[in-house]
């Protein structure tokens, strides 16, 4: 698979990864948007491979995109380059990103958590806004947390455990 160039609102991938910014398209479709490189990059070190990268011509020479396309590809995933006016619809941001991906979600049963692997855990219940998860996660990293555990109100609660083998 190679670098495609889309440039339309209605491409199908496009369609796809605007319905990942609703809770329902992320829960039946197990992905989720991340928005930024520095992000996108901080996955991928983490060991996951984005199934789907967007990014537009600002970014195209950006020695640290070679690396999230190369992981891409490598993984069978799609990579499109697109114009500033799809990155402003696919972004939730104001000021979009030149680089977004999208990944498989990963979850970790709350029975495999071992709560004295961490000094401390932080659980959400019914997370509504994913800016406020994301400072708190961000917060709890730097703090020194095991993990944020997300408890939804209907389903079985998981655990989202750092990926850092210092922890």
Excluded at 1 to 13: G, I
Excluded at 22 to 27: P, V
Excluded at 35 to 52: F, N, S
Excluded at 86 to 91: A, T
Aim: with cysteine; charged share 25%; net charge positive.
């Amino acid at each position: 698979m190679s670098v495609k160039t889309v440039t339309s609102l209605t491409n199908a991938t496009v369609k796809a990864v605007r319905a990942l910014h609703m809770r329902k398209e992320r829960e039946e479709s197990g992905l989720f948007l991340a928005e930024g490189l520095k992000i996108v990059i901080e996955a991928i070190d983490c060991g996951h491979a984005p199934k789907i990268v967007m990014y537009g011509p600002d970014a195209a020479d950006h020695p640290m995109l070679k690396k999230a396309v190369a992981a891409c590809l490598k993984a069978g995933g799609e990579v499109i380059e697109v114009n500033r006016e799809i990155l402003e619809k696919v972004s939730r941001r104001d000021n979009p990103q030149a680089v977004v991906a999208v990944f498989k979600q990963v979850f970790t049963p709350l029975s495999a958590i071992e709560p004295e692997s961490a000094p401390c855990w932080v659980a959400m219940q019914a997370v509504r806004d994913p800016g406020n998860l994301g400072t708190v996660i961000r917060t709890a990293d730097a703090a020194g947390c095991g993990g944020v555990i997300l408890v939804p109100i209907r389903s079985r609660a998981c655990a989202r455990p750092w990926a850092r083998s210092s922890r």
